[in-house]
């Protein structure tokens, strides 16, 4: 309660809803973010295993993943544009100076999403109208338009941390603008790799976290099994790439954010044998109180010696740091992450060996109770890593350019609190209405998996809102009407 007291308290009376409103909706949509730039992958790759090895499991669960898929976009339709226009709303002065170097990213993100709308849309209904593989290639550009996006949207945020491509007239206003350079930023390549095997991983686990309760629920059949297996894989395989990666951008953030990585560690004084602390609170004198303090790691993690040098907190005036609650929760965020990373790299190596002896999935319950549990774990990292991002970064919004303070709206703060407290309400509704979306498909495809089997040459989700439906056959007159066909699939003989 102290920390977040301190945190409402700095700066002018705008910034504290400002900076809570945006911290809301982009927590929010973060949550989304997975699904929209790694299930397009997964679901293709799901998508290929069916047609290659005429696999009608394989196929159901493709086309249910996505309508999933297109579920999670129309929700993240709403949250993305909420996001696009808090950047203009609460944040005016730096858009309209900066928005002019940095403002490809969005634009970038703009193609992106109208892309991902389009290829989305045929994915959707080329079920019924297209040939199995034409419609599977057709569907092959969606990945690569979800990893544009994400490209966009990294290219803006990390020119906030590492800002260039520029140069500043005797005003203080950019000019001759380098637009490579203004996305190709320092900070841009050890972002972007880490977010997309975070948004990967997180995804994977998320999907194989879904399949593995039910396995503990007693759902042992074959769709369960290959549920789990193609999503987790993919996680499986990224967990410890990630963690490399996440050792590779802490790095980097050492060398050229030292406040950020000071505040992250909890360094208060610039010096060698830098002690790592795992959790603790930074005290406003410079003392770490609780946590555990294992001497000379932070250096060591930094440069691989106990004699190298971090820069503390107090290297800057207090004016241009983080503040002591500001680097507490950052320190906290940030060990959170590297924690659960760590933890993921051992149940993926189980899995990995398991498979690699037996072919199979490990009986233990055990290893779906923890798999479950990634799910959930892995999106707690991604929420970590972009406070660690965002928060870290403080007091500035263009690292060593403009404060978030001078870029706050000069709208009254007791009308920012109340739009606020609206955003919050219809944010509740619409994350029930998208949880209650997903539990009424999963009840309709589970009543479909118990129900009576379908004939061979009819595809699954055959009640679909979606696709051609075939004209009814013409019926003699006198004669009794068939009954209504909803739908061949997309091709006979097992495709689908």
């Known amino acids: 309660?102290?920390?977040?007291?301190?945190?409402?308290?700095?700066?002018?009376?705008?910034?504290?809803?400002?900076?809570?409103?945006?911290?809301?909706?982009?927590?929010?949509?973060?949550?989304?973010?997975?699904?929209?730039?790694?299930?397009?992958?997964?679901?293709?790759?799901?998508?290929?295993?069916?047609?290659?090895?005429?696999?009608?499991?394989?196929?159901?669960?493709?086309?249910?993943?996505?309508?999933?898929?297109?579920?999670?976009?129309?929700?993240?339709?709403?949250?993305?544009?909420?996001?696009?226009?808090?950047?203009?709303?609460?944040?005016?002065?730096?858009?309209?100076?900066?928005?002019?170097?940095?403002?490809?990213?969005?634009?970038?993100?703009?193609?992106?999403?109208?892309?991902?709308?389009?290829?989305?849309?045929?994915?959707?209904?080329?079920?019924?109208?297209?040939?199995?593989?034409?419609?599977?290639?057709?569907?092959m550009p969606l990945p690569f338009a979800a990893l544009m996006g994400a490209f966009g949207i990294i290219g803006a945020n990390s020119w906030m941390?590492?800002?260039?491509?520029?140069t500043?007239?005797?005003?203080?206003?950019?000019?001759?603008?380098?637009?490579?350079?203004?996305?190709?930023?320092?900070?841009?390549?050890?972002?972007?790799w880490h977010f997309v095997a975070a948004m990967f991983l997180t995804a994977g686990y998320v999907v194989a976290g879904v399949y593995a309760v039910g396995w503990l629920r007693g759902r042992r059949d074959r769709y369960h099994k290959l549920g789990f297996c193609v999503p987790f894989t993919v996680a499986a395989i990224l967990t410890p790439v990630?963690?490399?990666?996440?050792?590779?951008?802490?790095?980097?953030?050492?060398?050229?954010?030292?406040?950020?990585?000071?505040?992250?560690?909890?360094?208060?004084?610039?010096?060698?044998?830098?002690?790592?602390?795992?959790?603790?609170?930074?005290?406003?004198?410079?003392?770490?109180?609780?946590?555990?303090?294992?001497?000379?790691?932070?250096?060591?993690?930094?440069g691989f010696s106990a004699k190298t040098q971090v820069t503390g907190l107090t290297s800057v005036p207090a004016a241009d740091r983080p503040?002591?609650?500001?680097?507490?929760?950052?320190?906290?965020?940030?060990?959170?992450?590297?924690?659960?990373?760590?933890?993921?790299?051992?149940?993926?190596?189980?899995?990995?060996?398991?498979?690699?002896?037996?072919?199979?999935?490990?009986?233990?319950?055990?290893?779906?109770?923890?798999?479950?549990?990634?799910g959930v774990a892995s999106w707690i990292t991604v929420e970590c890593g972009w406070i660690t991002t965002e928060v870290g970064r403080q007091p500035w919004i263009v690292y060593q350019y403009m404060r978030v303070s001078d870029a706050v709206t000069p709208t009254k703060a007791s009308s920012l609190w109340t739009m606020f407290g609206i955003i919050v309400v219809v944010y509740l509704l619409l994350g029930g209405a998208f949880v209650g979306v997903l539990r009424m498909m999963s009840r309709r495809w589970r009543r479909a998996d118990l129900g009576p089997a379908r004939p061979a040459d009819e595809g699954p989700e055959t009640d679909t809102p979606y696709g051609p439906r075939p004209e009814p056959a013409a019926v003699a007159p006198g004669s009794s009407a068939p009954p209504p066909d909803h739908g061949t699939g997309q091709a006979k003989g097992g495709t689908e």
């Not at 500043?168 to 972007?192: C, H, R, W």
């Not at 954010?257 to 795992?278: D, M, R």
């Not at 950052?330 to 899995?351: C, E, K, N, Q, R």
Request: proline share 6%.
């Open 1 to 139: 309660m102290n920390t977040l007291t301190a945190l409402l308290a700095s700066g002018p009376a705008q910034e504290a809803p400002a900076r809570q409103m945006m911290a809301f909706t982009l927590g929010y949509h973060i949550l989304l973010v997975p699904f929209g730039v790694a299930l397009p992958f997964i679901t293709l790759v799901m998508h290929h295993r069916a047609l290659r090895r005429n696999d009608p499991v394989a196929l159901l669960l493709a086309r249910r993943w996505s309508a999933v898929m297109a579920v999670q976009f129309a929700v993240g339709i709403i949250t993305g544009t909420v996001l696009t226009f808090e950047f203009g709303l609460l944040w005016p002065k730096m858009m309209g100076t900066w928005g002019g170097v940095f403002g490809l990213g969005f634009g970038v993100e703009a193609w992106a999403f109208f892309l991902e709308a389009v290829l989305i849309a045929i994915y959707l209904y080329g079920w019924r109208r297209l040939k199995p593989w034409t419609h599977f290639w057709l569907a």
């Open 168 to 192: 500043l007239d005797s005003s203080g206003k950019p000019m001759n603008v380098t637009v490579q350079q203004a996305i190709f930023t320092p900070m841009f390549g050890p972002e972007y």
């Open 323 to 374: 503040t002591a609650a500001e680097a507490t929760l950052v320190h906290w965020t940030f060990d959170i992450m590297a924690l659960i990373g760590s933890v993921l790299i051992p149940l993926a190596l189980w899995y990995a060996a398991y498979w690699w002896r037996r072919r199979d999935l490990p009986r233990t319950r055990w290893f779906f109770r923890c798999a479950a549990l990634a």
């Open 161 to 166: 941390n590492t800002p260039q491509g520029f």
């Open 242 to 302: 990630q963690f490399f990666l996440g050792d590779n951008i802490a790095r980097q953030i050492y060398h050229k954010q030292p406040e950020k990585f000071a505040a992250a560690e909890i360094v208060w004084n610039t010096g060698t044998h830098v002690p790592e602390y795992l959790f603790g609170r930074l005290q406003s004198d410079g003392g770490v109180k609780g946590g555990l303090k294992i001497p000379d790691l932070d250096s060591f993690l930094a």
